[in-house]
């Protein structure tokens, strides 16, 4: 019984809430301050003279740090909550893909579609 | 007979397994980390309003016309150094030495409340060139957005000073460790946030 309960406590204290180290920290701090000076320098200095371009590569800095800061600052893992974590983060980022893309894709469409000049109001019935 | 047969099979059997045990608070992890990704929502929700809106000027002023990208850099940085100072908070409670854990969440409140600071400067400069949430609809979208992180970070400094009062009276106690932790996934998140904020709104606007 005691036994049990001391190994119920065990995988409470590292499945639960794992503790970052020192050096994680450090190592998560360093990366994201390279992840955010690097789309700063690339907008200021315009160093890529397509605006698509540098718009991409901005929003793959973006997914990376975010990513970083998930995994050293969060301690985001699979082990976590004994996998619970992790599957409510999936369940959100495809309630988020979708949101975004759909939004987006339908109100674009509608835009393109609404513009004035597309159709010609004087040939309308 | 047989009917006694069933009905001394149909008795029910209560298995009086032992319900495993579970520490207070063993789950307020996981809840809590629930309530985030709910908050993610939230802002999934305003980033598409933004996303659908933030080119509807209405002949009123631009992104380029209004962000200050060294004030956002600079904005980014106080957030970032938070969020590294409330990691050193947190590496100082796991070895219970409260005055430098008191000390730690000191910092990460200082540099929280000059990220309002700043930000607060940014609206009220806005507001005073004409540029209020009522202009655009991409002005309307961005306040909302944007305010609606400030609002987050606001509520964290209230919280980071609840628990800092907490802590001077009952010190690092059980309780006070696990309010700690979800303060951390909450400053942390928010920072996560803030990623999306300056490379959606600030930098993508810039090259708009």
Redesign the interface.
């Known amino acids: 019984m005691s036994a049990?309960?001391h190994a119920?406590?065990h995988g409470?204290a590292h499945g639960?809430?794992a503790?970052?180290?020192?050096r994680g920290?450090?190592i998560?701090?360093v990366l994201?301050?390279i992840l955010?000076a690097i789309?700063?320098w690339l907008?200021?200095s315009g160093a890529i003279d397509d605006?698509q371009a540098?718009?991409i590569v901005?929003?793959a800095?973006?997914v990376v740090?975010?990513v970083v800061?998930?995994v050293f600052?969060?301690y985001m893992n699979t082990a976590s909550?004994g996998g619970?974590?992790m599957l409510?983060?999936i369940?959100?980022l495809i309630?988020?893909v979708i949101?975004?893309t759909?939004?987006?894709w339908v109100?674009y469409h509608l835009n393109a579609n609404m513009m004035p000049g597309l159709h010609d109001m004087r040939e309308m019935p | 007979m047989a009917s006694s047969a069933t009905t001394a099979g149909a008795e029910p059997v209560f298995h009086l397994e032992e319900e495993?045990?579970?520490?207070e608070g063993?789950s307020t992890?996981?809840g809590f980390?629930?309530y985030l990704?709910s908050d993610?929502?939230i802002f999934?929700?305003l980033?598409?309003?933004y996303?659908?809106l933030g080119g509807n000027y209405t002949a009123g002023p631009a992104p380029k016309d209004l962000f200050d990208?060294d004030l956002?850099?600079l904005n980014?940085?106080m957030l970032?150094f938070s969020?590294?100072t409330y990691?050193?908070a947190?590496?100082t409670m796991?070895k219970g030495r409260v005055a430098a854990t008191q000390a730690w969440l000191a910092v990460t409140g200082l540099f929280g409340l000059a990220f309002l600071s700043i930000e607060l400067y940014e609206f009220s400069h806005m507001i005073h060139e004409g540029a209020t949430p009522q202009r655009s609809a991409f002005l309307s979208s961005f306040f909302t957005l944007v305010g609606t992180h400030g609002l987050h970070v606001t509520f964290g400094l209230v919280w980071l000073v609840t628990l800092m009062t907490q802590v001077a009276r009952f010190g690092l106690v059980e309780a006070n460790r696990r309010r700690l932790?979800c303060l951390s996934?909450f400053w942390?998140?928010l920072?996560?946030v803030w990623?999306?904020v300056?490379?959606?709104v600030y930098?993508?606007g810039?090259?708009?």
């Open positions: 049990h309960d119920e406590d409470h639960g809430a503790h970052g180290s020192f920290y450090l998560g701090f994201s301050v955010t789309p700063f907008v200021m605006k540098t718009a901005i929003m800095f973006a740090q975010i800061h998930m600052f969060l909550e619970w974590s409510a983060l369940f959100t309630l988020v949101v975004l759909g939004s987006l109100m | 495993h045990a579970h520490a063993g992890m996981l980390w629930l990704m993610c929502l999934a929700m980033f598409a309003a996303g659908v990208l956002v850099a980014t940085a970032l969020s590294i990691g050193f947190m590496l796991d932790m996934m942390h998140f920072d996560v990623i999306g300056f490379t959606f930098l993508m810039m090259l708009r």
